[in-house]
């Protein structure tokens, strides 16, 4: 028999996060608009907004790694202890599971069946579904979450940079900023799109946030660069 096979929204969660991050930080945290408002060369321009990619890729990479790899030794110290409990006393994980399924409606003789039959299948996986919401699907990833962060980072920084490498010197700073709130709502847009937010895909879309933050580093050039 033919099986029915869906595509979920939710399986794109962990990398769709790390992207839409990486790609907004890179757009929004560029030193471009920063370098050029001082009133630097524009090949030092262009140094100074390489540079932020390559430190910027690095330390998306570091931090993703790191804050999804806490939450990845949280599931696995949590799935340890699960498992200490069903060797110790596995007829009250039992007791808890059909616990669980009465709650959620059905009638405690189904219940127990139902725990009965997941435990009997895979005892640790049941608990780990639905007594501590951890999901395979859902699961952290560290490295696919610091390669996704990293390389949007970089592709979201390259924007900017690459405006400012093909206008005139005198134009960098409305053309890289004009530019990049295109590239913000575009963001926006593909987001919802890669995560079906509706049934109408995304809509560009520029957070305010966002938006305000980009023009942070053109007002700290101004201010503090010299001519």
């Known amino acids: 028999m033919l099986r ?7 399986e794109r969660i962990g990398w769709l996060r790390a992207t839409v991050l990486g790609a907004n930080d890179g757009i929004v945290s560029t030193l471009v608009l920063g370098v050029a408002a001082a009133h630097a060369t524009h090949s030092n321009v262009l140094v100074a907004g390489v540079a932020g990619l390559v430190a910027g890729a690095m330390s998306m990479a570091a931090g993703e790694y ?4 806490s939450q990845a030794d949280t599931e696995q110290a949590d799935l340890a202890l ?3 409990e069903l060797k110790l006393d596995a007829p009250g ?3 808890e599971l059909s616990a669980i399924y009465v709650e959620r409606g059905l009638d405690p003789v189904l219940a127990k069946q139902v725990a009965d039959q997941l435990m009997a299948h895979d005892a640790i996986g049941a608990h780990a579904r639905d007594e501590l919401g951890i999901f395979e699907t859902l699961t952290a990833r560290p490295i696919q979450a610091a390669l996704a962060s990293a390389g949007s980072f970089a592709v979201g920084a390259g924007m900017p940079i690459l405006t400012a490498a093909i206008v005139p010197e005198a134009s960098v700073i409305p053309l890289v900023s004009g530019t990049s709130l295109v590239f913000l709502a575009l963001l926006g847009g593909n987001g919802g799109t ?5 049934g109408e895909g995304g809509r560009p879309a520029c957070h ?7 023009g942070n580093p053109a007002g700290v050039g101004a201010l503090f660069g010299t001519a």
Request: proline share 3%; glycine share 10%.
């Open 4 to 10: 029915h096979r869906e595509r979920h929204r939710t």
């Open 66 to 69: 790191v804050s999804v790899h």
């Open 82 to 84: 699960e498992r200490k």
């Open 93 to 95: 994980e039992h007791r």
């Open 194 to 198: 890669r995560g079906w937010r509706t």
């Open 208 to 214: 305010p946030v966002g938006c305000a933050g980009h």
